[in-house]
């Protein structure tokens, strides 16, 4: 103890005290965000059972309470730390997406729903944006994301192994039986299962080059071993194509052309997915191709959801209120079609647009979509740390794929939309890391 503390108040702690204090609230904080986000509060669904199709909205309000609890610890640990780095967020894009959103909230058709899921919006928000700075260092940022893959890993074996009827998909299950075999683990499907382990293969991926070797390299064969049992096609294909751009891009210098080997495997998914009910001439040349043109029938849902954007092009439904409107759920014409019974519009860009107009979509394509890739590129000019640059574009661009086939933009805890903010996050500390350093 220095002379200065031995003279203060015999209350206050000891420095070194303090500073244990402070990195175990660290690593509670980060390793306990990505567990609630991947875990939840009620892992292992039982889908054979109608009660248990309500889990997503039965425990809505202690999950509410774990993520502000959450929230506020890691934002207190981050504005003491590092004040700099939290004022960077005060960004013209950021106030500008906060902006919208808060006026799509009041021209909701459901202002409570809206109004709820927004608030709940800032607490994820605030909470993932403090994550990238509670680890002291790349490797203590590998280690941290270790233990939670690994507790992630460990559950979800466990329930495969002991109790398959949760871990793993049934024919009894009510929904969908055809998924019976796909592993799940702790998820309650297995796309999220896919797409999270697949997240989970960038994070290792990096672990083992920031030299945890033994430990990155178990756990990777084990994420992947979940991914490809998972059955989750689409993920799987987009891990192997976020992979190949991702390394073609941190060797292509000119950033004009980045952007076009970044945004090209987009724009084609865009084309030949929802491109596919626009057009007669694109929904006949997939037709010719070996896949499902229906893409196991999201062509209904996005030919809805599309036709629906018309009714409300300036303001949408409300933040993330249409899928939950009674008119939606129970009004449909023809709910013996998956369009008239789907959660969501299996594509986080039509469901930006459906949610919060068109004004909503612009802004998402310039926060999560541009800025990533220009915050990326300029982190890389200031040479920030390779192997966590590469990590952090990995997740980013799976990101921003999947939500071609997928939804999980603003969809409250989607553990997707938490992993992905992550990535949006860290990248845009990095690129700001020469003013914000300590």
């Not at 809505?60 to 506020?72: C, N, Q, R």
């Not at 052309?257 to 090209?264: Q, Y």
């Amino acid at each position: 103890m220095s002379t200065a503390e031995g003279t203060g108040s015999a209350r206050s702690l000891p420095s070194d005290d303090l500073a244990q204090l402070m990195r175990w609230a660290r690593v509670l904080v980060f390793v306990g965000a990505f567990l609630l986000a991947w875990v939840t509060l009620e892992p292992y669904a039982d889908l054979g059972n109608n009660s248990s199709l309500e889990f997503a909205f039965g425990q809505e309000g202690t999950a509410y309470a774990a993520y502000g609890i959450l929230a506020g610890i890691a934002a207190v640990i981050a504005i003491l730390t590092q004040p700099r780095a939290v004022a960077t967020l005060i960004h013209p894009l950021w106030i500008a997406l906060a902006a919208w959103l808060s006026f799509t909230v009041l021209t909701s058709a459901d202002f409570s729903l809206s109004l709820r899921r927004f608030i709940l919006f800032g607490l994820i928000a605030a909470l993932t944006a403090s994550l990238f700075l509670m680890p002291k260092g790349r490797r203590d940022l590998a280690g941290l994301l270790m233990v939670a893959v690994g507790i992630l890993v460990a559950l979800s074996l466990v329930g495969i192994a002991l109790f398959p009827e949760y871990a793993v998909h049934q024919l009894s299950d009510i929904s969908e039986p055809q998924l019976a075999g796909g592993w799940r683990g702790v998820f309650a499907h297995k796309n999220s299962a896919g797409a999270i382990f697949a997240m989970t293969i960038f994070m290792m991926i990096f672990a083992i080059r920031a030299g945890l070797v033994p430990g990155g390299s178990v756990l990777l064969v084990l994420c992947s071993l979940i991914l490809l049992m998972s059955g989750a096609k689409s993920s799987t294909m987009l891990l192997v194509v976020s992979l190949l751009v991702s390394l073609a891009v941190s060797r292509i210098r000119s950033g004009w052309w980045a952007g076009v080997v970044a945004f090209t495997p987009l724009a084609i998914l865009l084309i030949l997915g929802p491109g596919t009910v626009v057009s007669d001439a694109i929904a006949g040349i997939v037709r010719m191709l070996p896949i499902d043109a229906t893409f196991t029938g999201r062509a209904d849902v996005w030919e809805l959801a599309l036709d629906k954007i018309r009714e409300r092009p300036l303001t949408g439904f409300g933040y993330s209120a249409y899928w939950a409107l009674e008119s939606t759920r129970f009004g449909q014409e023809d709910t013996t079609q998956w369009g008239g019974l789907a959660a969501h519009a299996h594509n986080g860009y039509i469901d930006a647009a459906l949610n919060m107009g068109i004004p909503g979509l612009v802004l998402v394509v310039a926060v999560f979509v541009i800025w990533p890739l220009r915050n990326y590129l300029a982190a890389r000019a200031g040479g920030a740390d390779p192997a966590l640059l590469l990590m952090l574009l990995q997740i980013w661009l799976f990101g921003i794929y999947v939500s071609v086939l997928e939804s999980f933009l603003f969809v409250r805890f989607d553990p997707i939309w938490i992993t992905f903010l992550f990535a949006v996050f860290g990248l845009h500390f990095l690129a700001r890391r020469a003013h914000v350093a300590e």
